[in-house]
Structure formats: C-alpha cells, structure tokens
C-alpha cells in the first residue's frame, strides 16, 4: 500500500461526486468521493494510501487523459519475474510503488534509472485523518 501525507487545499462538492485537491511536496492530487467526508475541511493533514496495483505506467504520455493524476517520476528499482514486476519510483511526494505485468514493463522499455509518468485515478486515492494522541490531562 502507497501511502502519502498530504494537505487538503480544495473542496468542491457537486450533486453527484466531490472533489478534493490535496498537496503533497508541491505536488497536487485530484482526488474523486462519492460524498464529503464529514470531518473533513480545507487545511487537514490527511493520509492517501492507494494500491500498488492502482499505479498505472507511462513513459511517453501525450495527449489528453481522463486520468486525474499523471506525475513524473524516476524508476529507482525493479522487482521483475515472469508474470510480474513490482517498480519502486521516486517522485515529489516521495517513494510510489507500482505494480505491473512483466508484457507491460517489456512493451514500455522501462529500466532503473528511467524517467516516466505514473498514471492515478482519483477514485483510487483513499482519504483518513491523521490522529493526533491526546497528552494525558489535556482535557
């Protein structure tokens, strides 16, 4: 599981979905929900978490996509056997790990030290709070 600090900058809610535009190392992401989190509100710290799985790959990305997020990032390590290669990137917001088929790592020529673009939908970005333990007698 990917997991990313980040602070909420935007919400914007509709009838039907609610955006969220969160920062993390000068990078945003759109992230999509179903409906507000009630305990949400702009300037939260959250955590994102999104599986590896969920982390499509690019090297060449031209054109418009209806992928929300598209990042640049820099392949550091392979895991690679024969049906499955498991990428570790680094981008602005820190290390993502990606999980792709081995036919899709060939296709795309990827190797370490690569640049690329990581492709992540908004509605794969889960959201929480992040917790802060009360001192004893604070309250």
């Given at each position: 599981m990917?997991?990313?600090?980040?602070?909420?900058?935007?919400?914007?809610?509709?009838?039907?979905?609610?955006?969220?535009?969160?920062?993390?190392?000068?990078?945003?992401?759109?992230?999509?929900?179903?409906?507000?989190?009630?305990?949400?509100?702009?300037?939260?710290?959250?955590?994102?978490?999104?599986?590896?799985?969920?982390?499509?790959?690019?090297?060449d990305c031209p054109g418009k996509l209806s992928i929300e997020n598209i990042l640049p990032v820099q392949l550091k390590n392979v895991r690679k056997c024969d049906s499955l290669c498991e990428l570790?990137?680094?981008?602005?917001?820190?290390?993502?790990?990606?999980?792709?088929?081995?036919?899709?790592?060939?296709?795309?020529?990827l190797h370490e030290g690569c640049e690329a673009m990581v492709l992540l939908r908004g509605v794969d970005i889960s959201l929480d709070p992040i917790l802060v333990p009360m001192k004893a007698g604070s309250f």
């Open positions: 990917n997991k990313i600090i980040a602070e909420v900058q935007e919400i914007n809610e509709t009838e039907i979905v609610t955006y969220i535009h969160v920062n993390s190392g000068d990078t945003v992401l759109h992230l999509t929900k179903s409906k507000k989190p009630a305990w949400l509100h702009v300037g939260d710290k959250v955590s994102c978490s999104f599986q590896e799985g969920a982390v499509c790959m690019s090297k570790t990137l680094e981008s602005k917001m820190g290390k993502i790990v990606s999980l792709i088929t081995a036919n899709a790592y060939d296709d795309l020529e």
